[in-house]
């Protein structure tokens, strides 16, 4: 089993052009946004974690089926360091909350209504995921979602939550 599945993570790996994966080095813009539950979340708050940034709208089909492959890397990595940040780019908030609502996720879920933070991080397609180390540093960018790149995600996750 284990030899299929490191097969298998090589595969993802050598397809991550595909998946528009994009290795960006520098620091990752600080943003400060309310969450779903109405606290203030700003990302330099979570320096010294391993951050996945998932920006995501309602409407995007690849995006609600992305979000439960999310809360479980969020589940299983949690201990090591590593959150998960949901960004919802949609200025009406009750369609995202219907989805929240029948997914049930895990993980913070922010509202960037004013689509400032989208901006900042240059989000021109859906969902575009973004992970930052420890550090402060983008270190993958990846935009769109198709089944299986959770297994590139997964892979990434844990060579950050190593360094």
């Not at 203030?40 to 609600?64: M, Q, T």
């Not at 590593?82 to 029948?102: H, M, P, Y």
Request: aromatic residues 8%; charged residues 25%.
């Amino acid at each position: 089993m284990g030899v299929i599945r490191d097969l298998f993570l090589s595969l993802m790996l050598s397809l991550a052009p595909m998946a528009n994966a994009l290795s960006d080095q520098g620091d990752a813009a600080n943003f400060t946004l309310k969450s779903a539950n109405g606290e203030n979340i700003r990302l330099s708050e979570l320096r010294g974690e391993v951050v996945l940034i998932n920006f995501w709208a309602s409407w995007c089909g690849p995006c609600r089926q992305e979000m439960p492959e999310l809360a479980a890397l969020q589940q299983r990595y949690r201990h090591l360091g590593f959150t998960v940040l949901g960004i919802n780019v949609e200025q009406d908030r009750a369609s995202a909350e219907r989805v929240l609502r029948d997914l049930g996720v895990n993980f913070p879920i922010l509202f960037d209504d004013e689509n400032t933070v989208s901006e900042l991080y240059d989000v021109d397609a859906m969902p575009v995921t973004v992970l930052v180390d420890r550090g402060g540093d983008i270190r993958y960018t990846h935009k769109g979602y198709k089944p299986g790149y959770e297994a590139l995600y997964e892979q990434q996750v844990r060579q950050l939550v190593k360094e």
